[in-house]
């Protein structure tokens, strides 16, 4: 079974050179060939010696690659992907551009188990979580694609922080400044709210941007539309952010989807103010 090199941090690389009786510096080699690069064979790592490249080959590792299955282009340059992974599944990948900015809106599974009520993603099946190699490879077909890629949303496909551990690894090796070297501020988690992992995430080496699908101002609402707030209900949420907030310094945004006659009354919009 072949090891994503992708899948890896750098850190997660120099341990794996150093097995291997290579020098440290040769993991900077391999890192900034994948992400800066965009290396998608070992072959093509050309400043590690032939006997290595074969060596890291031999122990099963590789540079895995989303395949673009589909791609629509919209006249002001929005790009929609449909990359089919290395088993067959497929994901969305939303490209958006706004003058110089270019954000991209990456998934995070293939489908999603929160069944929110006004999201498409929740009449997919629930398939898996990605890796972060497959997170992070939506990045690099984009920028080779587009140029540059500014801002990365977390907002495609399935909930990020259910799929955590995946999710964190990506936004360390994207924030790497010896790979794509894009900034935390520029990246962007939303979640349903799942309460212990908002929580977790503040106390993490890098600290992304929140985005919060709130949608309703009362419990009995938003259970209604998402079902999670039976488990994590607003007050605890509210609690949680403000946490993330003051332990990251990190700038917190509310998403509201307005469904006519549901959630979007005066009275409504009182309550949302109060909280």
Do not use: W
């Not at 060939?33 to 790592?45: K, T």
């Not at 006004?118 to 398939?127: G, H, L, N």
Request: aromatic share 6%; proline share 3%; charged share 25%.
């Amino acid at each position: 079974m072949s090891v994503d090199l992708k899948d890896k941090t750098l850190g997660e690389l120099e341990s794996i050179v150093a097995d291997m009786g290579g020098k440290k510096y040769l993991a900077a080699y391999i890192f900034q060939f994948i992400h800066v690069e965009s290396a998608a064979e070992i072959s093509r790592i050309t400043p590690l010696s032939k006997a290595f490249r074969q060596q890291l080959v031999e122990r099963g590792y590789n540079i895995l690659g989303l395949n673009v299955a589909e791609k629509l282009t919209d006249k002001d340059g929005t790009a929609k992907y449909l990359f089919e992974l290395g088993d067959g599944n497929r994901i969305e990948t939303v490209l958006l551009l706004d003058g110089k900015r270019r954000t991209l809106c990456v998934s995070t599974q293939v489908g999603c188990t929160m069944d929110c009520r006004f999201c498409a993603t929740a009449k997919i099946p629930f398939e898996r979580n990605l890796t972060a190699g497959e997170i992070v490879d939506q990045v690099n077909v984009a920028q080779k694609d587009a140029g540059r890629i500014s801002n990365v949303v977390y907002m495609g496909m399935g909930e990020p922080l259910v799929n955590y551990d995946a999710v964190v690894r990506s936004l360390e090796i994207l924030n790497h400044p010896k790979g794509k070297n894009i900034g935390l501020r520029h990246m962007t988690v939303s979640t349903c709210g799942i309460v212990p992992a908002i929580r977790k995430l503040a106390e993490e080496k890098v600290h992304p941007r929140l985005a919060v699908s709130l949608n309703a101002p009362t419990d009995d609402l938003r259970t209604r539309l998402m079902p999670i707030n039976a488990k994590y209900p607003v007050n605890d949420l509210l609690k949680a952010v403000r946490f993330y907030q003051a332990k990251t310094r990190q700038r917190v945004t509310f998403e509201y989807v307005m469904i006519k006659g549901l959630n979007d009354s005066t009275n409504q919009a009182a309550l949302l103010i109060k909280l």
